[in-house]
């Protein structure tokens, strides 16, 4: 009776893991919690500047007399339109800073996992997932 091998599980115990191995994987593992922070925080940064935009679109309505809110720390602040619209343009330019500071860091976090997938998968092939289950 011969078996293909196909669908059976059969564990390769000669699989050896250097200490230098185990400190690239621990590496990756924290590249990967960056980079899935880093994700969170792009995602809530691009959502205030989408509110930020929405800001300024809805103050296109505004009549020029009118005194606006405007929220500074913890206080609010009234202002005119013209003021306000400074503000919000200093703000958004702020956010897009930040965001695209994320970016950076970002793709250079990636590159990082890039060359360790690398020589990780090179190294066990497929006796390591370095997949992360969102992507």
Do not use: W
């Not at 997938?117 to 969102?134: A, D, P, T």
């Amino acid at each position: 009776m011969t078996s293909s091998g196909k669908g059976t599980f059969q564990p390769d115990s000669d699989v050896h893991i250097s200490f230098e191995d185990q400190q690239k994987i621990n590496k990756f593992a924290r590249l990967n919690a960056k980079v899935d922070d880093i994700k969170q925080e792009l995602k809530t940064k691009q959502n205030d500047l989408k509110n930020l935009d929405e800001a300024v679109e809805e103050l296109g309505l505004a009549d020029d007399t009118e005194k606006i809110p405007y929220l500074i720390g913890e206080v609010f602040v009234c202002q005119s339109l013209e003021d306000t619209l400074k503000s919000l343009e200093v703000t958004k330019s702020k956010k897009e800073d930040e965001i695209k500071e994320l970016d950076e860091k970002y793709a250079e976090l990636k590159a990082q996992m890039g060359e360790l997938k690398v020589h990780l998968y090179g190294k066990f092939g497929s006796h390591i997932n370095l997949e992360n289950e969102e992507d």
